[in-house]
Each structure stands twice: as structure tokens, then as C-alpha cells.
């Protein structure tokens, strides 16, 4: 079966301290992935998306970066955390005509 | 502007129909999509409309489609407490080598018992 995985479901962290979120989905072969974060009590905003292994496509400017080292693998990270960065991350992969979103991650910056 | 527009908040007595309605700007996108969330938690597909279709009814939901304004729209019929939660709408798009989903900012869908 095709399920996506996201980890950890809450997290946080202080102010400069370094972030890695990983994402994995099982059940398919180079799916597109991609990286989305909503802010709090507001909509979803596209970070990052990547078509294949170490394809990568950023969205916005900021202060993160991804990475996908294997076929099933998306990883999101910073080497400096900054307040702005807390919010809701929300992993995603496209399944024929759909999308289907993992359980999210809530990072807190304090 | 936005690319996908959604108002913020909408309230319904349990038991009436609940509209939700969407405006995007895109005409190439092939794809429109509504997704809910509850609280705490991660996105749930709902339903989803080709965009040469009309209309898709799927059970208690309707999902209208004009294209020619751009208007998308989710009818909830027979809504329940359990309806309660945060609506996105978002249209599919091809950007670069991808194929992305662009969001509109979700309307909460408060619903009274």
C-alpha cells in the first residue's frame, strides 16, 4: 500500500539551534514530493518540491533548505532556526491525481 | 494577489446545507481540489474535480464548477459537528518539471448543534 510517513509530530527548538524533518513514503517509485508549511491560522504555503533524487525546487526565500538523498526520502532543514520558522510542516506527495499529505510536524521556535 | 481565494469563516446549524466557495486565476489548471482540516492535523483529501467537468457528487458532498469565472464551490449537505473543521480549496498547476498544488487560505466551517 502507498503511505507516507512524517516525523516527529511536535517539536521544539530554540532560537540558532539546527532543524531536520524527514519525510519518507513507501509503495511507489519516484514520486513528487514536496514540502509545505502553514503558519498559524493561515493557509498552506509551498516551500520546497522536488521531481527525483536530488532535484530540489525552491519556492520562497528563506531561511530553509531541502534535500531528497534517496527515491522515497525529503528532507527539510535549517542550520540556524529563526522565530519565523515556527509553524505547522506539512510533507506531501503526488499520487496520479492526487495528493496525499502527511500527519505534519509543529515546530516551535522558542 | 492571491492565486486562490477562499472567504475566512462560515457558520451552519447541524442539519442545514453548508456552501463553501473558491475563486482561482489560473485557467490552465487541470485539477481543482478541496481538502479538510481538523485541528491538529494533517490534510485529508476530500474530493476533486476535473476541469472539464461541471459538477461531482460524492454522497453528502457537491462540488460545483464555473469555469468561465473561475468559481469552485463544495456543498455540504445535511451538515453535521463532525463537518466542523478547515476547508481548503487548491488548484493543480504545472510549474518547472513539476505539478503543484497552490492553496487558497482555507475557510473554517463552524458548525452549531
Known amino acids: 500500500s502507498q503511505t507516507i510517513h512524517q516525523w516527529p509530530a511536535t517539536l521544539v527548538q530554540p532560537v540558532g539551534s539546527p532543524l531536520s524533518l524527514e519525510c519518507t513514503v513507501e509503495g511507489t517509485s519516484n514520486p513528487n514530493l514536496y514540502w509545505y508549511r502553514q503558519a498559524a491560522g493561515r493557509g498552506l504555503q509551498l516551500l520546497f518540491y522536488?521531481?527525483?533524487?536530488?532535484?530540489i525546487s525552491s519556492e520562497v526565500p528563506q531561511n530553509l533548505s531541502a534535500s531528497r538523498p534517496q527515491d522515497r526520502q525529503f528532507i527539510l532543514s535549517s542550520k540556524k532556526l529563526l522565530l519565523s520558522d515556527s509553524g505547522f510542516y506539512l510533507c506531501a506527495w503526488r499520487v496520479r491525481l492526487g495528493y496525499t499529505f502527511g500527519s505534519g510536524t509543529r515546530l516551535t521556535v522558542v | 494577489g492571491e492565486d486562490v481565494e477562499q472567504s475566512l469563516f462560515l457558520s451552519v446549524r447541524e442539519g442545514d446545507s453548508s456552501v463553501i466557495n473558491c475563486t482561482y486565476t489560473?485557467?490552465?489548471?487541470?485539477?481543482l481540489y478541496w481538502y479538510k482540516q481538523e485541528p491538529g492535523a494533517g490534510l485529508q483529501l476530500l474530493t476533486y474535480i476535473f476541469s472539464n467537468m461541471d459538477m461531482k457528487q460524492d454522497q453528502r458532498l457537491t462540488v460545483l464548477l464555473n469555469k468561465k469565472d473561475k468559481h469552485l464551490s463544495l456543498r455540504i449537505a445535511d451538515t453535521q459537528t463532525g463537518d466542523s473543521a478547515i476547508y481548503f480549496c487548491a488548484e493543480s498547476k504545472v510549474r518547472g518539471a513539476g505539478n503543484m498544488l497552490t492553496f487558497g487560505g482555507g475557510t473554517r466551517l463552524m458548525v452549531k448543534p
Open positions: 522536488s521531481v527525483g533524487i536530488g532535484q
Open positions: 489560473d485557467s490552465s489548471s487541470t485539477y
